[in-house]
Structures are given as C-alpha cells and as structure tokens.
C-alpha cells in the first residue's frame, strides 16, 4: 500500500500519521517528545514499523512531511519532502473532516492558537506568544497541584455545578488564587471547573482577541481531550464546538495531506532504518561576521545531513555528504 | 588642507552613535568628511541586545536596550562622545533614550559624553559644527555627500526588495546588496560614490529574473527602527522576498527627514486618516494607518505591522489597524519585537502570514475571473 507520512514534532508529543492515496487514515501514533525529539522520533519510527509488520500491513512511503516546532530537525533526519508550519497543518488537517469550517481553536502542550478559514483556506491566524497561561502546560501544573490525573481533569469539570471564579491571566497567580479558593471550602469540582473556564476566557481575550470566531468551530489539540474545556468554550461562545476525529494528532494529518495535495515525484525520505543509526545534532557560531549566527548541524552516522540557521547562506547552501 | 586644521586639533574625542540598519554607512561617512574619529557599534547581534538588556531599565522600549548595548561595546574600545538624537520617530519616549541612557551608563561606572540634540534641521547643523570645528561650507558639502549615500542605500534596499521574489538563483540579489553595501562604507569621496552607485545599480539590473512568476505583494508598516533594520527585524525583507513576496515599505530615513522639513506632510496625513484617528498619537502612529490604507488601495496581498514591545504609539493605533482590516479582509499580521522574541516563533509566524497572503492572492483572482464570466454569459444572453 502506497502512503504519505505525517509527523508533528511539538514541545510536549510527537505524532505519527499515515494516509493512503485515497485519503484514508489509517494508522496514529502519540508519543511524548519529553525534550529529546531526535529519540521521539527514532523511538516513533520504531513502533511503527512494528505495529504495521504486527498488522501484516506492508506499506511503502511516498511523501513525508513534518510540521510542529521542530520540523526543520525532524525533516532533516527523515528526509521529508515538506516541512510546514503547524498552522497551515492544523487548518489543512481540520478542514478535510469538517466542511465548511470557520474557526479553528487548538490548545496544545506550550502553544495555542486560532485559525480563521473562508472556503476551506485560512485567511487569519493568530498565536500566543511569550505566555504560557491558556496552554496544556498551565493544565498539567494545576492538575498536578490539585493531585488529579489530567485524564480525569474533564469529567470531573463536568460534576461541576458552580464554577469557582479564578484569575487565570498568570499561571503564578492563578495558583495563589486557587489555594484561596480551596482554604475558604470551594469544592474540587468546582475549582476544576473554574480552571477550565479561566483557561477559556484567557485564551479568547488574548489569542483570538479581535477574531471574527464563526461557526462551524473546531476544537483540536492535546487539550481538546478535557472535555471540561469544550463546554466551557460552548458557554462562552454560545456555539456548538465540534471536536474532530484525530483531535490529538490533527497537525501530522495536516502535514501528510499537504504532501498528498503536491506529492513529489520521487520521496526523499531516508526509510525506517535511520532508528538504527547513529544521529547527532549539535550547534555552533558561525564568527564569519557579526550576526554571529547560530548554525545548527545534523550529522547521519557521522556524515553532515543538514545544516541551517545562518542568515546569508553560507552554511546551508555548502555541499552535504549525504 | 581643511582636513589638516582640523586634525591638528589637540586630544580628539572618539565618537559614536546608534547603529540603524544599511543607514549607518551614511551616517558614519558624513560624520567621518566632518573630521571626526568614529568607532560603529558592531553589528547587533543577540549578546549586544542581551548586553543593553542587562542594565536598561527593563520596560522601557526595545530600541533603546539595543543601542545601549551597542555603545557599551565601543566605550570599552574607547570612546568617549555618544551623539544621540532626540524625536527621530516623532514624539514618544525616544525623546528621552539619551538622558536615560547616560544617566544608566553613568551608575555603570562608565565615564562618556552625550552630545543630546533635537531632530531639527538647525540643531542638527549646529551640534556638528560645534562637535566637528567644520565650516559651514565643510558641514553643507558633508551633507550633500550624506545624502548622495543614504538615496543610494534606499535605491539598493528598494530594487532589492523588487527583484528578490523574481531572481531565477535564490540569494543572487542578497550577495549583491551585501556587497554593495560594504563598498559604499569604504568610499572616499563623491567621485567614487558616483562610479559605484552606476556599477551597484548596473549589476542588480543583470540579475536574472523570472517574469512570468507569480509576485504577492506585502506592505510593511510600523515603527520606524524595526521597520528597516534588518538586523533587529530577523531579515524580515529578505526572508518574506525568498518566499516569493515583493515587501514594501513607506517608511525609510528619507522619509523622516522630509518629515522634518516639511511639517505639513503630517496634515495631509491626518487629512487622510480622519475617520480613523482625530489626532496624533506620537511616533509614527498616524503614518502607520495612513500606509496600511495605501496599500490596501494599491490592491496588496497583506499588511504587517512590526513594533517595538510596548511601544506607545504603535499599540495605540493596533486596535485601527485591525478594524481596517475587518473593513477590508486583508491579511494583516502584527509582530512586536523584544529581546525575548525568538526567531523561531517569528519564522512560523511569517511563514503562516506568507501561506494566508497566498491564498488571499489567488481568491482574489479567482473572484475576479468568475466576475469576468458571469460579465461576459450576461453579453452573450442579451
């Protein structure tokens, strides 16, 4: 079976798609980057390639693309034939399962962000920037506080009946505030609740302040597993949010459709086997004039695989070994 | 000769001033024909921003921890003047950046001069006569030479800006500029000044480009410095010209200078953005929906607006901005710079803009065609 690869490389996973030339999806995968991505993908390729020998599924790529924070990295030591930004990823992604979409709200691990779409392209985005308030992050570090699995943090936002009001502009001092709320007898649920609802409201009065947000709206990104979250972006939107199949790995689906959408005539993609290789990425400062950049090398087995992050080229247009 | 009366001139200060983008060659040559010794601030690069970050007081605009950091390299070099200019971009805290500056570097223990004087044509004559010992006829002919160089820098910057998104060989222009500009800061005299810029002008005329290639066309607007320091604005021409988008921009040192000159530029401007905005918000606030309306009218692809963070005027007139941009359904981006801004967060960005300009650009065409057709059956049925 001939198949595009999608692999979105955040701050918190690394996901895995496969599509067929039909546009079918046929096999995810979500691992954890923690920190290294170079391993989370080595240990990503791995499993998938046992998964698809255990499923007796023999596949044959015919495009890769890699989106997310570390697509220049991970396209390098796979040889991908697109590398994206995770916004036209996650809109390309969204928009192939729910036609007609207008907004797109994602809330992933350290970032969040909203696309505007007319005609299935988008036409106005925006991000977070230096803030961490109404991110994965802030959930995982309040849950932890609270001593409840992050998994259960939306059924029990659910129970909720009166949510507890919490300033959630900062992530420091919504923990202050929650600690009040607690010693003055607020119940679990509702502080959970409230989380929830601050979350939203941070992320709609800074994110997507000043966006036109039409239905249909999508809601995709690690987050959008709390359902807690969605029905607090349904109250606070008065719309109905439509969480999409592939709600966690929509960036990597976005990014295999993109290379179906234009696929090469002949994949550059290094195979399976560079897990077992030894791949080793390292950094240094150019000096050639005062910009001083910061030049990033990745070596395949010792041979030089990549270069880039200078400025005028010097370094990423020099002849590879690879 | 005259060069001679003034060399002999007994213990010489060394002096410096901000670095701004490609103009600082120009600068530098005019304060060089006047006879002074000039060391440059070295290129920014992220240890200077890092460097002026450090001791700057930590919420004041962005410019001034860059230029702070810049001087502190060259007053370990010796020197010991700092010519600082007030009000280049319009009334806003710039106004203060030398008395803050010095008063910062003073409680550094570092002991140098500041020569403060107002963006008026007369102030500025008269500051480098007196700091210089030049004639007025030596400080009028500088002069002429100053311009002569900074309208050759603007012409490279803007023919560069045209051709980048066309050349056939990626990074064929860039070289070209670079050059170009390393030549201008090593010229002696008007002669050579003049034989260059036919030589600069004639080579990126040869550059091979390709016409039939689709352009999209972006503005940029916004605060002054960021605007047109590659260096504190990540290269954003360039990167944005390599993804085949021809940038623009109003806003250059010529611009302002004219300003300068002649104060009713500013009553046309507000003339033009009256519905929008009644009176001035300093800096280059006003200028800046003036601009986005401009291009907006010229049928661009997009807008970005670049500022300092937390710069005054520029937050003031965002909110206008983007209301224009409802108005119209441009794509508009607003990108705020500090020194905790990282380049990768910037590139995404930039590269999101780059795809939402695109598909603007063909859905505009598309609408039109359809119009077309829908123009041409009606003919057909009558």
Known sequence: ?322 | MVKKLIMDKTEKSVVTFARWGNYTIAVKGLLEQLGMKVILPPKTNSTIIADGAKIAPELFCFPMKVTLGGYLAVIREGVDTILSIQNVGGSCRQKYYGLIQEKVLKDGGYKVKFVDFRATPRDIFKALKKNSGATDWQVASAFYTFFQKLSLIERIEKMAAKIRPREINKGGTEKIVREGLASIEKTKNLKELLNLKKQIISKLKKVEIDNSREVFKVGMIGEIYTVTDPAINFDLEAKLGLDGIEVHREMNLTYHLKKLAFPWIDWLIQRRIYSYLQSTVGGHGRDAIGEMLTFIEKDFDGVIQLLPFGCMPEVTVRPILEKIRQENNIPFLSLSLDEQVAEAGINTRLEAFADVVKNYHFKKQKDLKRQKDARTLNVKKI
């Open chain 1, 1 to 322: 079976m001939k198949c595009y690869l999608g692999i979105d490389v955040g701050s918190i996973s690394t996901n895995f798609v496969l599509v067929n030339e039909a546009g079918e999806v046929i096999y995810t995968l979500y691992i954890r980057t923690e920190g290294n991505p170079i391993k989370a993908v080595q240990a990503g390729l791995t499993m998938l390639k046992q998964n698809l020998s255990e499923k007796k599924m023999d596949v044959e790529v015919i495009g890769v693309g890699t989106t997310g924070s570390a697509r220049y990295l991970v396209g390098a030591i796979t040889g991908a034939d697109l590398m994206k930004n995770e916004i036209t990823a996650h809109a390309r992604g969204a928009s192939q399962f729910v036609p007609g979409l207008r907004t797109i709200l994602e809330i992933g691990g350290q970032d969040s962000k909203i696309v505007i779409l007319e005609d299935g392209s988008s036409v106005d985005f925006a991000m977070n920037l230096i803030c961490s308030a109404g991110t994965g992050a802030f959930l995982d570090a309040q849950a932890n506080r609270l001593k409840i699995p992050i998994e259960d943090f939306g059924d029990i936002a659910l129970r909720s009946k009166k949510p507890t009001q919490l300033g959630a502009r900062c992530t420091v001092f919504c923990e202050s505030d929650m600690i009040h709320k607690q010693q003055i007898g607020h119940s679990t649920e509702d502080i959970v609740a409230g989380l929830c609802h601050g979350l939203v409201r941070n992320f709609l009065s800074s994110v997507a302040k000043g966006k036109n947000i039409k239905s249909k709206i999508v809601f995709q990104g690690g987050v959008s597993e709390n359902k807690g979250i969605k029905k607090a972006f349904e109250d606070a939107l008065q719309e109905e949010v439509i969480i999409p199949p592939y709600n966690t790995v929509m960036g990597a689906v976005g990014a295999a459709f993109l290379v179906r959408d234009k696929p090469p005539e002949k994949t550059k993609f290094l195979g399976f086997d560079i897990t077992e290789r030894d791949i080793r990425c390292s950094s240094f400062n150019c000096g050639g004039c005062p910009n001083n950049c910061e030049v990033i090398e990745t070596r395949i087995d010792g041979k030089v695989a990549a270069r880039w992050g200078d400025r005028c080229g010097k370094w990423s247009t020099m002849k590879l070994d690879i």
